[in-house]
């Protein structure tokens, strides 16, 4: 097993962009189905709209190789799209925040929760302005600017140094539940910010979050840390044990964010060193990152006898959800290459998880270029149970550009610079 060349990544990079311009829309960017198709009747999503703005964002910025038919003007313009949805569409001028899902016919939030505001989907109003920022897109300043001040009054919680899961439209109710997603997703919005606007505070929010979850929750359980938890921060072992295969809150631990919490760790003590900020714990947070890059690897890989990533185990290490889903992959390869950059020492096994990976995204998830299968099922057929159709292009850009970067900055400004 080998890792992919350089010009199959950046081909591979070209086609996906070509697949996830499809998804523009009035309001945004929506979901794609099998064939390219916008399924309307799922909304507009916020969350969608936000990873296509960041992934065009990046294109505008990337060197031509990376493009294919498509141009920077054209990458440009797909940004620009997006961020004037979150600005014109997505923005709720009478409450603030931004609501979750738009009706692809009128453009109002969506029936059946689509006016709450969450924080996993925030996150990535947060990424996408960063970005956007970078490329010098129009209006991602302003967007910026909002979306910064709206974490910092509504979803960072300073006593915790963790983050509020939802409201209603509102703002006026709390979600009596708090996410781990939805932590992880902040920090990766916070890693943007810092490095756009220069202010250590999201940075060292970042690190305070990594610092709970990585430090101090993954070790008390073996790596497989709880996902779900009360509002006072206590694991709740049990939620949603009646709905394992949940898209967003399954059942019992997730090996994929395991090594996306890897990462992210990783890039985070990077950006501390290069701002030259020094904190106890580092040491801790970085031995903790390369344990559940190789428990991921260890306990979600090929674990029921055939090759890929189980979705979900218990807290034995069970598998629970036996389907394989393509983002899981894609964050094993990027942490594989983040974790071989962090560590030279450790380079070469870290490197054989980044290229295990790659062996199976290229044996079972790339349907045709820019296609990739969102789920498959214990035997490697497609499957839909949790993911229908090919929304997302943003696990897999992400994680094909890793090995031309370096571990900071943030993927935008990293991103810029390899056009210098």
């Known amino acids: 097993m080998t890792l992919p060349t350089d010009e199959t990544r950046a081909r591979e990079i070209a086609d996906l962009l070509a697949w996830g311009a499809r998804a523009r829309h009035e309001f945004g960017f929506g979901y794609l189905g099998d064939n390219g198709e916008i399924l309307t009747e799922r909304g507009i999503e916020l969350w969608i709209t936000c990873r296509m703005t960041h992934c065009f ?34 923005h709720d001028a009478d409450y603030g925040g931004y609501v979750a899902a738009l009706d692809a016919e009128t453009g109002e939030p969506a029936a059946g929760g689509g006016d709450r505001k969450q924080a996993y989907a925030h996150a990535f109003v947060v990424l996408a302005a960063s970005s956007a920022r970078v490329a010098g897109i ?23 140094g963790m983050v509020y899961e939802s409201y ?53 359980f073996q790596w497989r840390f709880p996902e779900h938890l009360d509002t006072n921060y206590e694991p709740i072992l049990d939620f949603n044990r009646d ?70 185990t218990d807290f034995d290490g069970t598998p629970v959800v036996h389907e394989r889903m393509h983002w899981v992959a894609c964050e094993a390869f990027a942490a594989g290459i983040a974790a071989a950059l962090a560590d030279p020492a450790l380079a070469e096994r870290f490197t054989a998880i980044a290229a295990e990976a790659w062996d199976y995204i290229e044996r079972f998830l790339i349907a045709q270029p820019g296609q990739w299968i969102h789920e498959l099922d214990r035997h490697n057929s497609p499957a839909a149970g949790t993911w229908e159709g090919k929304p997302d292009i943003y696990h897999a850009v992400q994680a094909l550009l890793m090995p031309d970067l370096p571990l900071a900055p943030a993927f935008a400004p990293a991103v810029a610079h390899l056009s210098e």
């Not at 505070?201 to 430090?215: E, F, K, S």
């Not at 390369?290 to 306990?299: D, F, R, V």
């Open 57 to 90: 964002a990046l294109a505008s910025m990337l060197p031509e190789r990376y493009l294919g038919e498509l141009s920077r003007e054209e990458a440009r313009a797909l940004a620009a799209h997006g961020i004037a949805s979150l600005a014109d569409h997505f």
């Open 138 to 160: 129009e209006g991602a300043q302003a967007v910026l600017d909002d979306a910064l001040a709206t974490s910092t009054e509504r979803w960072w919680d300073e006593d915790a």
């Open 168 to 220: 209603d439209r509102r703002f006026s109710e709390a979600e009596a539940y708090r996410g781990v997603n939805a932590a992880m997703h902040t920090v990766e919005s916070y890693l943007a910010a810092a490095t756009v606007t220069g202010d250590d505070t999201y940075l060292m929010r970042a690190v305070r979050i990594i610092d709970r979850v990585v430090g101090d929750l993954a070790p008390q």
């Open 243 to 312: 709905k394992p295969a949940d898209p967003f809150r399954p059942y019992g631990a997730t090996p994929g964010h395991w090594f996306e919490w890897g990462r992210l760790a990783l890039q985070s003590l990077a950006e501390l060193e290069a701002r030259g900020i020094e904190r106890a714990g580092s040491a801790r947070i970085k031995d903790g990152a390369l344990a559940l890059i190789e428990a991921g690897a260890q306990e979600g890989f090929g674990v029921d006898g055939e090759p890929g990533y189980v979705y979900t």
